[in-house]
């Protein structure tokens, strides 16, 4: 049910020495529950979805603005025939997920003070589960992370900040306000043949909480939908099954980890099993029709299989989309067998938090669990400050808790090289 409701949070932290202290960034934190119109070349569509922002900002100086550090929106049972003008090979519905541009050159959106809105254009990317089918999946055998197409977009944002108008005023406790959003989301592209997207977003006398507390900091979730594969014999008067899945159990502890140092937590929901036995022995030109099988709008979707021919394809797992609400996992479950690979995992989620392999990539860090690593091998158990900032998916949400110890180091220069 869509509860239309914003959580609303603004986190100003300081730090002191025994002679000084220095301030950092007051926080302000979005996260709650839209709705949305729309309009594609085949008419209108209602549905819901959810927002989530981190945006940053100088108490002292409003006026100057709020950055963007994350930013998203994720709309939830679209028709995606209605979109690209295709049939779908899966579901006919799927999610359409916004996330904002990200890189050295920082959005910014504007304060007003006399409306007390911030308001602004921000660029980023939009995808959609149908956009895999319409380009031919690119797989190298070597490479775990097979990139999926996005289409450029832009959403015109504005936020009504009711009684929170006066962002230079401090609190110790919680408070309570009531907020407007209302955004547009444009997309389309030319090389995909996808004819222009316009969704009008919005979110009325949205509840808002100001926290101002140095002992809290900013939490990220991402759902994680594990799929198992379903093989039976029956050889009379015998009756043989078993599940795939062994891998989950595997490599959660290290995926807690490593991105509980970077506060990104992942929520498991029950696992979805598919009567599926070809799939069991998985080899690459089966993977379409694998990741067609399961299509959950609000969750990343990790694909369990009991080994992969050859063995050490994709390096034992691949990532099927960088940092997408539609991105998906494929993982051998003979990570598990050998015991070995305990960071494939955290790994893979790496990738679906938008952060590729450090080789000359900005914004993700050498010698951390980003580091390729092959099969049967561990990748690095370090993360980093770096990873933790460029981490993003449009299906985040965010919260808040109490502050704990977090990264290794810092960025590549102090994390040191790849092994």
């Not at 100003?12 to 000084?20: E, K, N």
């Not at 990532?319 to 996992?329: D, I, N």
Request: net charge negative; aromatic share 6%; with cysteine.
């Amino acid at each position: 049910m869509n509860r239309r409701v914003l959580s609303m949070a603004v986190l100003a932290l300081a730090t002191a020495t025994a002679a000084s202290a220095q301030e950092i960034p007051a926080h302000l934190v979005v996260d709650g529950d839209v709705t949305a119109v729309l309009r594609t070349s085949d008419g209108e569509q209602r549905v819901s979805g959810r927002l989530a922002g981190h945006l940053t900002f100088d108490p002292k100086a409003p006026e100057e603005g709020a950055r963007v550090e994350l930013l998203s929106v994720a709309l939830f049972g679209v028709e995606q025939q209605a979109v690209t003008g295709r049939e779908t090979r899966g579901k006919p519905t799927g999610v359409v997920g916004f996330a904002a541009a990200t890189g050295e050159r920082p959005q910014i959106l504007r304060f007003d003070p006399r409306s007390g809105t911030l308001s602004g254009s921000v660029a980023g990317r939009l995808d959609l589960p149908q956009l895999y089918e319409m380009t031919e999946l690119r797989l190298d055998p070597e490479d775990d992370l097979v990139e999926l197409p996005t289409i450029e977009a832009k959403l015109e944002l504005r936020i009504a900040l009711g009684n929170l108008r006066e962002l230079t005023t401090v609190v110790a406790e919680p408070l309570e306000a009531r907020i407007d959003l209302s955004a547009e989301l444009s997309a389309g592209s030319e090389q995909l043949r996808v004819p222009p997207i316009r969704a009008q977003v919005s979110g009325r006398h949205l509840v808002a909480q100001i926290v101002a507390w140095p002992r809290f900091e900013i939490v990220r979730r991402l759902c994680i939908q594990p799929v198992r594969i379903l093989t039976f014999d029956f050889s009379p008067p015998f009756f043989f099954f078993h599940l795939s899945g062994d891998g989950l159990a595997f490599g959660q502890p290290q995926a807690a980890k490593e991105w509980d140092k970077a506060d990104i937590r992942f929520v498991y929901r029950d696992w979805i099993t598919l009567f599926a036995a070809q799939f069991s022995t998985f080899s690459s030109d089966e993977a379409a029709d694998l990741l067609s099988r399961v299509d959950v709008d609000d969750c990343i979707e990790v694909f369990f299989v009991d080994r992969f021919s050859p063995q050490t394809l994709f390096g034992g797992g691949a990532t099927f989309g960088l940092g997408l609400a539609s991105s998906k996992v494929i993982s051998s479950d003979e990570n598990a067998d050998f015991g070995v690979d305990l960071t494939h995992l955290a790994h893979e989620f790496g990738h679906v938090l938008s952060l590729p392999h450090p080789s000359g990539a900005p914004g993700v860090s050498t010698n951390t669990l980003m580091c390729p690593s092959g099969f049967n091998n561990d990748n690095p158990k370090r993360n980093s400050q770096e990873n933790k900032l460029n981490a993003s998916n449009p299906l985040l949400t965010l919260g808040i808790k109490l502050a704990t110890n977090g990264p290794n180091c810092q960025v590549s220069a102090d994390c040191g090289p790849c092994p």
